[in-house]
């Protein structure tokens, strides 16, 4: 068993509460704590940003905020990933986590970084002077063609990923 498993629905709401509209968690009056800790923490925000996440200690182990969310409303650890439907890793209201795969978590990042093409999927193809779509599945690039213009590229890349991702196709052209 993992140090994860034996952190018990019961065990987090005993010293915190979760408010799953806003996403926010704050502490509660802690037994075994000195008054003074309880009278600084007790009904302030939970929590710090790490990489963007909420990140939230207990018993001396960091925990994501997100999967605290996820482990509160269901009672079980997630079996894998959670995703934030709106990308943003620090927003934990239980309207934008849900269950995902690895491959569906993966699917809703933000397009690179290095991207110039201002599309997810998208390159300049400097060989061929064209626009090249391509999309990730299950650890495989599928080349989706080659295009004169961006725009046709970017609309392959969304064909592909509305089929191949579903609800969890990312299709914004910005971050």
């Known amino acids: 068993m993992t140090d994860t498993e034996e952190l018990t629905r019961e065990r987090v709401l005993s010293m915190l509460d979760y408010d799953p509209i806003s996403g926010r968690f704050t502490w509660k009056w802690r037994d075994g704590l000195r008054r003074a800790v309880n009278v600084r923490d007790a009904g302030t925000e939970a929590g710090t940003l790490k990489d963007g996440y909420v990140v939230i200690m207990i018993d001396g182990r960091q925990y994501r905020a997100h999967r605290l969310a996820y482990l509160i409303v269901t009672g079980e650890w997630p079996a894998a990933d959670v995703d934030h439907r709106d990308r943003k890793r620090s927003n934990n209201s239980w309207g934008n986590i849900r269950p995902a795969t690895r491959g569906q978590n993966h699917a809703n990042k933000a397009k ?59 299709l914004r052209p910005t971050s």
């Open 112 to 170: 690179r970084v290095d991207n110039t093409s201002g599309y997810k999927g998208v390159h300049w193809n400097a060989a061929t002077k064209s626009w090249r779509a391509k999309i990730q599945v299950d650890g495989k690039s599928i080349h989706l063609g080659l295009f004169e213009l961006v725009t046709e590229a970017a609309a392959a890349y969304e064909k592909a990923a509305t089929a191949y991702y579903g609800e969890f196709a990312n």
